[in-house]
């Protein structure tokens, strides 16, 4: 029923404007208390098999809402409603921004693919931490809360600027992402490199102590797929130094090449990040090589490239403890996480795995063996 509605309807609008259509339905059912407990129980059926403990949270589950759906918090309930088990937020940047101009937000349908170069729009985290120190959940759930550099900070004030905004959101995070990875923010990805992101990420890790003193807030940082293999071992090896508390895997890329891209050439040529289905073969490769080299040591979050049930389960065999999708959600609709739940639940019942956190990394632990 969705595909029709979806080729009947959304295919024919703007794809930005499809998106905030979307979001006032959201919002405007998780209003209604009749009507947002029967589309909880309808979408979100919980699964006990399912729990997952991450990151010093129980979740329902290991499924989440990626960063860049929902980027002012303003729609935590709403998603938790259809199911998602955390929701991460964001991208916030210190300072208030309007992103790129318009039209930056692209459908490749045939390949189950989006491309964007929003730029990190969003009200700023002053407004933001306002917005969830207000917020009266109607669905409590792990809320994650990504952070970006304000595009007109130079580089070399980077690391203040993202004090700035931990400083304003951390008490308010049940964990934090540092973002480098997106590439629609000039110079953002030159931090990736570990001279840069070892004072950058110590900084934050020091003012989200600073700033909450009574728990700790867990600090994630968030990488690109086009990373060379080296430097994700880099990365994972600091991670691991700076004793953070997991990598989210992966960003949208940058590539177009070897995508096997089928929609139309001036679609695929657009500028900005790609993500959905062309992105799930790296994404996934990306997550392998983490696990290998940090284990068990820190939490990964698989993440570029989810579609279905199979998806979710292949990112957990390779060594994710939670997965996260966006772009498929887009082309599924609101039953999305409900299939993804019932297929895990299915997945994990005829595996030989107890439980999902002993099927975490099983593929890594069995060539191993």
């Not at 300072?95 to 937000?105: A, D, H, T, Y």
């Not at 939490?299 to 579609?307: D, H, K, S, Y």
């Amino acid at each position: 029923m969705y595909r029709l509605f979806f080729a009947l309807f959304f295919r024919r609008m703007d794809a930005e404007k499809a998106h905030h259509l979307a979001f006032r339905w959201i919002q405007l059912a998780v209003r209604i208390p009749v009507l947002r407990t029967f589309l909880a129980a309808a979408l979100a059926p919980r699964y006990k098999e399912l729990r997952t403990e991450a990151l010093g949270r129980r979740m329902h589950g290991p499924f989440g809402l990626a960063a860049g759906f929902d980027k002012n918090a303003v729609a935590i309930d709403g998603m938790t409603m259809l199911g998602f088990d955390h929701v991460e937020i964001g991208t916030v940047t210190a300072q208030p921004q309007p992103g790129n101009p318009k039209k930056r937000l692209f459908r490749l349908v045939p390949d189950r693919a989006l491309i964007n170069r929003m730029g990190f729009n969003n009200d700023g985290s002053a407004s933001v931490a306002a917005r969830l120190a207000a917020r009266n959940p109607v669905f409590p759930t792990t809320v994650g809360v990504n952070i970006g550099k304000t595009k007109v900070v130079p580089e070399d004030e980077a690391s203040a600027d993202y004090v700035t905004s931990t400083e304003r959101l951390a008490r308010h995070a049940d964990y934090l992402v540092v973002n480098v990875s997106s590439p629609n923010t000039p110079g953002l990805r030159n931090l990736q490199a570990v001279d840069h992101l070892r004072p950058l990420l110590t900084a934050v890790r020091e003012a989200a102590d600073r700033t909450v003193t009574d728990r700790r807030v867990p600090l994630l940082v968030k990488i690109a797929p086009d990373l060379a293999d080296a430097d994700v071992d880099a990365v994972a090896d600091l991670a691991v130094e700076l004793g953070l508390d997991g990598i989210i895997a992966t960003n949208t890329t940058i590539a177009r090449e070897g995508l096997g891209l089928t929609s139309d050439p001036a679609l695929i040529a657009e500028t900005g990040g790609l993500s959905g289905a062309p992105v799930k073969e790296r994404s996934l490769e990306v997550l392998r090589r983490l696990y290998a080299r940090v284990g068990d040591s820190i939490t990964l979050v698989g993440v570029g490239g989810i579609e279905n049930a199979e998806d979710a389960w292949q990112r957990i065999l390779a060594g994710a403890t939670l997965v996260q999708g966006y772009s498929a959600f887009i082309y599924q609709g609101p039953f999305w996480c409900r299939a993804i739940h019932k297929g895990l639940a299915t997945r994990l019942r005829n595996s030989p795995y107890a439980t999902l956190a002993e099927a975490v990394g099983a593929e890594h632990k069995k060539v191993t063996a």
